[in-house]
């Protein structure tokens, strides 16, 4: 059993919280004394069932204004898969919430309320989706109850939604009509909708096939970490810890410490009492190198046939999350894995106005912006290009000022 | 290549343990929060694979309100005499004794609200600037919405509507004087998830958590282990019964569940088929719907 973690795209009225309150009970993940507190609560649907979509808003300040201001993380399991939801609100001025929680995302579903079709929000969506690289998409025509079922509206969104799926070159996309307030083809397939005969919404996202880390050929290990015990027993023990974020270290395979270039060997590999043959990605392990390096947090070990780039000039798509908009005179503060820099923003390229897919030139970059820029690094970056290894072509911009997380980069090239 | 496996504890191990070195990393004098319960003796063993056969970078800490079950406190000790690192203690009696707070009245008196100022107390005589706690999302409903750097001011303040963005694996640790942060390694744990790991590391709890014969008394619908610590009267009637706690508090508002469970297996059985949340048989957070909410804010664990 694996974990699938995705990420539900679409607003208040689209149905998103009713969706993920849905598969939450249609799984039996909701326990006796929440469902008590449901039930006790004076929101229910016109028909007088529990409303569903109380189960995925949380704080007081939220059910006071019916919204979802922030990113909530939810969990179910099936025999078959455990699944985390990153459950991210759809209205425009939560553009950062939706990157962030897009972030972790294997999948993606993208909700359309089938009385509306594709709408300025569904591109916005998908844009998101597209720049953070999320390879799996399931668009779930929503409310299919409310336009009786009909294939023909079913078949006209998706048609509509495939020229977009091109244009943002989105490559696996799925479509399955649904309705989440009655339960079809959430998690048993719909006798209402005979017409199609896909898999239910549950079904699908129990087998999809996520994209494995370790197939990349790019070992990479960000040492967080170095483990010296300084004790008679272990005087000379020196071990790199980390958590290989892709590809694959075996025994004997030759390694290369960047940034300072240094050649080695992995000589051991250990996993507190076990030493394996091989450290794979997604493992926290400690890697011995045969080499009498000096190495401290912020390296990165990676294996020498497949070198990442090495730049302080990177061009980079930037999501602004800050409410001080960005400021190209000042200096930030750069954290790519555990490395931690300074950085400017030595130009913007262009915006991106994400309702229509334009790009413009811009001078300012305000919270939820998107756009295209080139960050100035004072120390050199060891990074990968996003689509080619998400975990080594992502970082964070940080303000010193306030020490707030103000931007989220994703590495497109390095300048020459 | 070879093949290998790496199921989905596996999988929130590595997270786990990629989290307390980023800790490590990140900050300059760090702590781990030690409740005494499994989800921190399951950090403890997470801490033992992140860092071995190094020393912790971290005490323990325990906030000891002075109302724990003997049992908690027994195992605390064992536990420590056998990793062999350091814990720091901080009392919430001492706080009482210097008038730093003052204990509730009422049969509902508990000295869990108490804690806080307890906690925040340490953290500034000891300056630490990171906090591990083992809550998890799944737990409660504001709980879902905390990231897992958590960032609090000098008052132990959350406030949802400015918490920091968490992108991809990076955690953003920078901080102000004063300021601290709470760290949640296993914040995408469920319940499950941690017994079913605690069952394969084949770690020991205390024994509150299995199936004993204890004296108990029934307190707002729940069963509560009788004790000096319960404000009892001559309308609570003491009666035995079989029974276990699914969570380690304070022994005034910790209720126990009727359970023959004797072994870890027993417990994954019967959580599968409960229908009861673990925090349901927590009765500080029945008191209003936002509960948990309004403690966090407070600067509660």
């Known amino acids: ?416 | 290549m070879s093949t290998y496996n790496f199921d989905y504890l596996d999988e929130l191990e590595a997270e786990a343990i990629h989290i307390l070195r980023e800790v490590a990393g990140q900050f300059e004098k760090p702590a781990l929060l030690f409740s005494g319960g499994k989800d921190s003796i399951t950090l403890v063993r997470l801490a033992e694979k992140a860092f071995r056969p190094g020393k912790f970078p971290f005490p323990l800490v325990h906030i000891d309100t002075g109302h724990n079950f003997q049992e908690t406190i027994d195992y605390r000790d064992q536990m420590i005499e056998r990793i062999g690192e350091r814990l720091i203690v901080g009392s919430v009696q001492e706080s009482i004794d210097q008038g730093k707070v003052v204990e509730q009245k009422g049969k509902n008196a508990s000295r869990n609200a108490l804690q806080t100022v307890t906690l925040l107390d340490t953290i500034a005589k000891y300056e630490f600037d990171a906090c591990i706690g083992g809550a998890r999302r799944d737990e409660e409903k504001a709980r879902a919405k905390e990231r897992i750097f958590s960032v609090r001011d000098e008052f132990g303040q959350w406030d949802p509507k400015r918490q920091r963005p968490e992108l991809w694996n990076i955690y953003n640790g920078k901080i102000h004087k004063g300021e601290n942060v709470r760290v949640f390694p296993i914040s995408n744990w469920t319940e499950l998830d941690v017994w079913n790991y605690i069952r394969r590391e084949n770690i020991e709890l205390p024994s509150i958590y299995f199936s004993h014969e204890r004296e108990v008394i029934t307190r707002n619908g729940q069963l509560m282990a009788a004790s000096p610590f319960l404000n009892m009267d001559d309308e609570d009637i003491v009666f035995r019964k079989q029974v276990r706690f699914r969570t380690v508090g304070d022994m005034s508002c910790t209720a126990a569940v009727e359970s023959e469970a004797i072994l870890i297996d027993d417990i994954i059985t019967e959580i599968s088929a409960s229908k009861i949340s673990e925090r349901g048989a927590r009765m500080d957070d029945k008191v209003s719907e936002a509960a948990m909410e309004d403690r966090k804010k407070g600067g509660y664990f």
């Open chain 1, 1 to 416: 059993m694996n974990i699938l973690k995705f990420f539900t795209a679409g607003s208040v009225d689209d149905g998103k919280s009713t969706l993920i309150g849905r598969l939450l009970y249609d799984t039996d993940s909701i326990l006796a004394d929440q469902l008590e507190a449901l039930q006790s609560s004076n929101r229910k649907n016109d028909d007088g069932t529990i409303d569903l979509a109380i189960l995925t808003d949380g704080l007081r300040a939220e059910r006071e204004q019916g919204i979802t201001i922030d990113v909530a993380y939810k969990y179910f399991q099936t025999d078959k898969r455990k699944f985390i939801i990153a459950d991210t609100p759809g209205h425009i001025q939560y553009t950062r919430n939706m990157v962030t929680g897009a972030s972790t995302a294997n999948l993606a579903i993208i909700l359309i309320d089938a009385r509306n079709g594709v709408v300025e929000q569904t591109i916005r969506h998908s844009y998101l989706v597209s720049l953070l690289g999320i390879k799996h998409i399931v668009v779930c025509i929503n409310k299919m109850d409310m336009v009786d079922y009909s294939q023909e509206v079913y078949n006209s969104i998706i048609e509509k939604y495939k020229v977009l799926a091109q244009q943002l070159k989105l490559v696996d996309v799925n479509y399955i009509p649904v309705s989440a307030l009655k339960g079809d083809n959430i998690v048993q397939n719909s006798e209402r909708m005979d017409w199609y005969e896909g898999e239910s919404l549950l079904h699908f996202l129990e087998k999809v096939d996520t994209d494995s880390l370790e197939k990349s050929t790019l070992a990479r290990m960000p040492v967080q970490w170095v483990i010296r015990p300084q004790t008679e027993a272990l005087h000379d023990y020196r071990g790199y810890a980390g958590r290989v974020l892709s590809g694959t270290f075996n025994l004997n395979d030759k390694v290369t410490v960047l940034p300072s270039g240094a050649s080695s060997v992995v000589e051991k590999i250990e996993f507190f009492d076990q030493t394996p043959d091989a450290a794979h990605a997604g493992q926290s392990v400690i890697i011995h190198l045969k080499d009498d390096v000096d190495i401290s947090r912020g390296d990165t070990i990676v294996n020498a046939s497949a070198l990442p780039q090495e730049s302080k000039l990177i061009e980079a798509d930037l999501c602004w999350m800050d409410g001080r908009a960005l400021d190209t005179s000042i200096t930030y503060l750069i954290q790519h894995n555990s490395k931690l820099t300074k950085c400017k923003i030595s130009e913007i390229l262009h915006k991106v106005d994400i309702n229509t897919l334009e790009k413009h030139s811009a001078e300012e970059f305000k919270l939820n912006d998107i756009g295209r820029v080139i960050v100035k690094t004072a120390d050199a970056l060891a990074f990968d290009l996003y689509d080619d290894n998400r975990a080594n072509g992502s970082a964070i911009l940080v303000d010193s000022r306030t020490n707030l997380t103000v931007g989220a980069l994703m590495f497109r090239a390095a300048v020459e």
